[in-house]
């Protein structure tokens, strides 16, 4: 399935998240900042299939994060943003600086999935296209 990011500095969040992408057959790796998550993309042998990133987070916002590693992933790995309601504008504007999609929390569980399996077809017809 995907390889998976998934940037949250909420354990429970986390927890529920990781265990259902999992479930479905994806491997995960977590950063609970926006700095520690930085650090996995550049460092990665190879491209994460998704990033589901919260964009309140410490050290380093889920929105700089994005402004940081867009230039290195635009196109070929979906990003989904997470957010509260307080930040829903935020996490909107994403959408026009490439966010594949967003999902406001507290989200169903439904939800998330559907957005990542459409996320995970989008980075499949990519790399058939290169």
């Known amino acids: 399935m ?25 491997t995960i790796q977590h950063a609970a900042d926006g700095r520690r998550a930085h650090d996995l993309v550049y460092s990665a042998d ?8 919260d964009l309140h987070l410490p050290l380093m916002t889920g ?19 997470t957010s509260g309601v307080e930040y829903m504008i935020e996490a909107l ?3 026009r600086h490439g966010a594949f999609g967003v ?17 995970r077809d ?3 017809v990519f790399k058939r296209l290169q």
């Open 122 to 124: 989008q980075r499949e």
């Open 2 to 26: 995907a390889h998976v990011l998934i940037v949250e500095d909420d354990p429970e969040v986390l927890g529920v998240v990781e265990r259902v992408l999992e479930r479905d057959g994806h």
């Open 93 to 95: 504007g994403e959408m």
């Open 63 to 81: 929105a700089a994060f994005l402004n940081e590693v867009y230039p290195l992933i635009r196109w070929r790995t979906p990003a989904i943003v």
């Open 103 to 119: 999902i406001q929390k507290p989200f169903r569980i439904d939800e998330m999935r559907d957005l990542v399996a459409r996320a």
């Open 46 to 53: 190879e491209d994460f299939d998704l990033l589901l990133v």
